[in-house]
């Protein structure tokens, strides 16, 4: 069983390290108006129901994952709005 823990954790580092990338270079670029809104809005989405699963099994690999998932969707539509507010005031 520890392996199966091991290759949850491995994939939950993986899977937590693929948004952070995009929300640097968003930030960056001072600019997100090539992210789609409806896909950041769905992984938002998925990631809280992945995260309450996660919580009815008091995983903490499905936990992690999807807080950070959570973080790194809602910081880029965030910084999507803010950007796009600060180009339209040029």
């Known amino acids: 069983m ?3 823990e091991a290759i949850g954790w491995y994939a939950a580092g993986l899977s937590m390290i693929t948004f952070i ?3 640097f270079y968003v930030y960056k670029r001072r600019s997100a108006k090539d992210i789609s809104i409806i896909s950041f809005s769905v992984l938002i989405l998925s990631s809280t129901l992945w995260l309450i699963y996660g919580l009815s099994l008091m995983s903490g690999c499905i936990i992690l994952t ?3 998932n959570i973080i790194c969707g809602v ?3 965030i910084m999507k709005k803010k950007f796009a ?3 339209d005031n040029e």
């Open 75 to 77: 910081s880029i539509l």
């Open 85 to 87: 507010q600060e180009h």
């Open 2 to 4: 520890i392996i199966f």
């Open 66 to 68: 999807n807080v950070c």
């Open 21 to 23: 990338p995009q929300v």
